[in-house]
Nanobody
């Protein structure tokens, strides 16, 4: 079955960086666009970034453009999210999924605070 395991979150000061990873299994990875989403307390889950297979195009939410970079390693079945210049409003649980979405993983918490 589809399994998505996110990792790499943590506590970081404003202006800091984190790199999230998402290991995928249970489906043909290169058949799907992959995306990162986030959900802050009291808010709905929102898309953050999207990437096509085989080094294809990427797309970002306006709030993270120029700060976040999505990438994927199709051989490792892994998608990454490099987050730079983090802001307190980036604090959220971060989740990855294929498009269209399937079962959600447990996510990884990112907290940006001084």
């Amino acid at each position: 079955q589809v399994q998505l395991v996110e990792s790499g979150g943590g506590l970081v000061q404003p202006g800091g960086s984190l790199r999230l990873s998402c290991a995928a299994s249970g489906f043909l990875f290169t058949n799907y666009d992959m995306a990162w989403y986030r959900r802050a307390p009291g808010r709905d889950r929102e898309p953050v970034a999207r990437i096509l297979p085989f080094g294809g195009g990427t797309d970002y939410a306006d709030s993270v453009k120029g700060r976040f970079t999505i990438s994927r390693d199709d051989a490792k079945r892994t998608v990454y999210l490099q987050m730079n210049n983090l802001k307190p409003e980036d604090t959220a649980g971060y989740y990855c999924n294929r498009i269209p979405a399937n079962t959600w993983g447990q996510g990884t918490q990112v907290t940006v605070s001084s």
